[in-house]
């Protein structure tokens, strides 16, 4: 056989293996991958809650990557928002509540969702809003009585949340103010990760 014609042979072998790749390649789902494990020490110390009425695709995914890391959700029923048993169970420090953007949008002006927002967060829980319209958690702590206004976030923030932490004033006085988390990442783990550094914030 011809040397050039080997040559050929070869190139010919080479280029179909790369249009094979990159056919395999292209058929392969895209999946949002976070390059480490997230630290969840300190969200370990906290008793997750969760609302969800409405299907979100980030949502659902983030709360099953919570119970792979070890750390159990318990579902809560919109219904029974404001009952004696919910507020005693999520109005502690270590309460961790999460909800979807549009959950807490639905809800803003609802009585109901600012009584207990109000009264959870004054007792120290943190609350977050992931996907959807994440920024009116903010509209519905405002018409709650919790923040005086604030910094919206931009519209592609997917996860929003709130905490209010103590600080102490000049002369010796303590107040509450708000510790505010805007996350831009629609990869669970980032948000988990997120979150566990929004917790030890100093």
């Known amino acids: 056989m011809p040397v050039y014609t080997t040559r050929k042979f070869i190139?010919?072998?080479?280029?179909?293996?790369?249009?094979?790749?990159?056919?395999?390649?292209?058929?392969?789902?895209?999946?949002?991958?976070y390059s480490r494990a997230p630290s969840t020490s300190a969200l370990k110390t906290q008793v997750v809650y969760y609302f969800a009425e409405?299907?979100?695709?980030?949502?659902?995914?983030?709360?099953?990557?919570l119970e792979t890391w070890g750390i159990p959700?318990?579902?809560?029923d919109s219904s029974q928002l404001t009952t004696n048993q919910t507020l005693r169970m999520?109005?502690?420090?270590?309460?961790?509540?999460?909800f979807t953007g549009d959950w807490i949008a639905s809800r803003v002006n609802e009585n109901q969702t600012q009584t207990f927002l109000f009264h959870v967060l004054s007792k120290g829980a943190k609350v977050v809003a992931i996907e959807?319209?994440?920024?009116?958690?903010?509209?519905?702590?405002?018409?709650?009585?919790?923040?005086?206004?604030?910094t919206r976030p931009q519209a592609?923030?997917?996860?929003?949340?709130?905490?209010?932490?103590?600080?102490t004033g000049q002369y010796g006085g303590t107040y509450l103010y708000?510790?505010?988390?805007?996350?831009?990442?629609?990869?669970?783990d980032a948000l988990i990760q997120g979150w566990n550094d929004w917790l030890t914030r100093p």
Not at 54 to 65: E, W
Not at 91 to 98: A, C, E, M, Q, V
Not at 156 to 167: E, P
């Open 11 to 33: 190139l010919l072998l080479i280029i179909s293996a790369l249009i094979g790749l990159a056919v395999v390649t292209a058929s392969l789902p895209a999946v949002n991958y």
């Open 54 to 65: 409405d299907s979100n695709p980030l949502f659902s995914q983030t709360v099953a990557r």
């Open 73 to 76: 959700a318990t579902r809560l």
């Open 90 to 98: 999520t109005s502690t420090p270590d309460s961790f509540i999460l």
């Open 132 to 150: 959807g319209q994440t920024g009116a958690l903010f509209d519905a702590l405002t018409n709650a009585h919790v923040i005086n206004g604030g």
């Open 156 to 167: 592609y923030s997917s996860a929003t949340g709130c905490r209010l932490k103590t600080g």
């Open 178 to 188: 708000p510790s505010n988390l805007y996350q831009n990442t629609t990869a669970p």
